[in-house]
């Protein structure tokens, strides 16, 4: 069990994830430009700023062995958020995260891969990171590279990689690392047709073992077909919980949009 708060505590039976009061604040620095008057006045330094972003804010959720719990929202939600801090490379401003389990690595794009290294490398890097030996990354490294379709480019560094290639590959070591709760954000799945047939496939089948299923999509058909749960988050704030279909139908009606699947891919 990994805690991820000051207070440690014994884990909470029957439950995969347990999120208590969680806000996340980000705060950047940055340079404010200099207006023509400021610029004037001093010589044209700017300014350091400093800018905080709420992106969740006072997030309440369990999340039972056995849940395949779909997260929606609209851009800037804070969905990302949620999963950075479940998977503990965010940590809580405010609040707790209990996670009962070993949580798939979360290699989104352009995070947790190194451009430089090669696939090969980077399977070993990213099954690391999920607590597996290397003697069994190194194990499944092949079933990883087959299933992603790379096998002519498995040792070419990554940045040479096209976005597609890279993001099939993220996906394919999440799914094959045996976690105990599984996290996929769909956008990884986003391949060509071929490989999102297979990405469905797998995720069907991983929904069935994992102890808990996370799934991040803007495809409110998704989140139906593979959830049993849901929730909304927006601006950083839970909407709602409850079954897909009631929180997709609550979501399509919030944005106004209808049930038409074409529109609500793109939310
Ligand atoms: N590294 C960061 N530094 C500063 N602000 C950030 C950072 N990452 C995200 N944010 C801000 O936090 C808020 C939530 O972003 P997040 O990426 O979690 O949203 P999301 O629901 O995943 O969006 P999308 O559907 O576009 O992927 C946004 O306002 C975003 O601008």
């Known amino acids: 069990m990994s805690s991820l708060s000051a207070s440690e505590s014994v884990p909470t039976k029957g439950l995969s994830v347990k999120v208590e009061n969680l806000s996340v604040t980000y705060r950047t620095t940055f340079e404010r430009v200099p207006t ?4 004037i006045t001093r010589f044209g330094r700017g300014q350091r700023a400093v800018r905080e972003v709420e ?16 997260i929606i929202g609209n851009n800037g939600a804070g969905k990302s958020t949620l999963m ?15 996670v009962n389990g070993r949580i ?3 290699l989104s794009l352009g995070v947790g891969f190194n451009p430089m290294l090669s696939g090969r490398e980077n399977i070993i890097l990213g099954g690391l990171a999920s607590g597996l030996s290397r003697a069994q990354v190194v194990a499944r490294a092949e079933e990883v590279t087959a299933f992603a379709g790379l096998e002519e480019f498995i040792d070419a560094p990554m940045r040479t990689y096209s976005s597609g290639m890279y993001s099939r590959l993220a996906f394919s070591v999440a799914v094959h690392m045996d976690p105990d709760i599984l996290m996929i954000d769909e956008a990884l799945s986003a391949g060509d047709a071929t490989f999102k047939t297979k990405a469905a496939e797998k995720m069907g089948e991983l929904r069935e073992s994992a102890r808990a299923f996370f799934l991040v999509s803007h495809s409110l058909a998704s989140i139906k077909q593979l959830c049993n ?39």
Do not use: C, Q
Request: charged share 20%.
């Open 36 to 39: 023509f008057k400021n610029a």
């Open 55 to 70: 992106a969740l804010k006072n997030v309440t959720f369990d999340v039972p062995d056995g849940t395949a719990l779909g």
């Open 84 to 98: 950075r801090a479940l998977a503990g490379i965010l940590p809580p401003t405010e609040g707790r995260i209990e």
């Open 104 to 106: 798939s690595p979360l």
């Open 229 to 267: 749960d849901a929730i909304w988050l927006h601006k950083g704030t839970l909407m709602m919980r409850g079954t897909p279909e009631e929180v997709t139908a609550a979501y399509a009606d919030f944005v106004n949009v209808g049930e038409s699947a074409v529109i609500l891919e793109d939310l």
